[in-house]
């Protein structure tokens, strides 16, 4: 059951320019949304987060905004920088779950 | 180093064999969680456990079994195994359900 959706497999953006992830999600449920980065060989590890109470969360150079009413969800990255390129998953859970379902995963290559 | 612990690595055996995966999760974590990740899919929630008891089940097939013991150590089993069962698992452990920390995974290749 694809709950949570990351309809982008890849994206590619230049060095210092915005980098914009989407996800959607269908369970209304859902209340707490976090983004997770995973470089190849390694697990995937917390980057940002977002409560249902909210809209927007900022963390430095990464913002994830929230819309409710059209269950999506977006990672913003400014200004992008090679290191971030890897894959990004979009993790949501309901407050009467304690499991995480997430996306299929958005590969991101920023060039130099 | 995460704190959550995976072994082993790699894993290559046979169709119709059984191999059993072990998650040590980090410090204090009572929460141990397993995924799936095959090719080009996300990450495919299979089973939690909570302090050695199941507390919620995904897209687990029957042939895959799992168990949390008393000192919190997880393992995944998986039997009979069949060419598409090829993939990277991964745990994860956690306090609270924002706090998920995963390990490095085992990738297993069935031949």
């Known amino acids: 059951d694809q709950q949570v959706k990351q309809n982008s497999p890849s994206l590619s953006v230049q060095e210092g320019r915005i980098s914009i992830l989407n996800c959607d999600y269908t369970?209304?449920?859902?209340?707490?949304f976090l983004w997770y980065k995973k470089y190849p060989a390694e697990g995937p590890t917390f980057l940002i987060s977002?409560?249902?109470?909210?809209d927007k969360n900022e963390d430095g150079r990464f913002t994830v905004f929230l819309n409710k009413s059209a269950k999506h969800l977006s990672l913003h990255i400014v200004p992008s920088q090679p290191g971030d390129s890897a894959v990004y998953f979009c993790?949501?859970?309901?407050?009467?779950?304690?499991?995480?379902?997430f996306g299929a995963g958005t590969r991101l290559t920023v060039k130099p | 180093d995460s704190g959550v612990t995976q072994t082993p690595k790699h894993l290559i055996t046979a169709t119709g064999q059984r191999v059993t995966l072990r998650c040590s999760p980090r410090?204090?974590?009572?929460?141990v969680y397993w995924y799936q990740q095959s090719l080009d899919q996300g990450l495919q929630f299979l089973i939690q456990?909570?302090?050695?008891?199941?507390?919620a089940k995904g897209n687990i097939l029957e042939r895959f079994s799992a168990q949390q013991f008393p000192d919190l150590h997880s393992e995944l089993n998986l039997s009979s195994l069949e060419l598409g069962d090829s993939a990277l698992y991964f745990c994860?452990?956690?306090?609270?359900?924002?706090?998920?920390?995963f390990g490095s995974g085992t990738r297993l290749t069935v031949v």
């Open positions: 994860a452990s956690s306090v609270a359900r924002n706090g998920y920390t």
């Open positions: 369970n209304s449920m859902f209340d707490y």
């Open positions: 410090s204090g974590d009572l929460s």
């Open positions: 977002i409560s249902s109470i909210k």
């Open positions: 993790a949501a859970s309901a407050v009467n779950n304690n499991d995480m379902r």
């Open positions: 456990y909570y302090n050695g008891e199941e507390r």
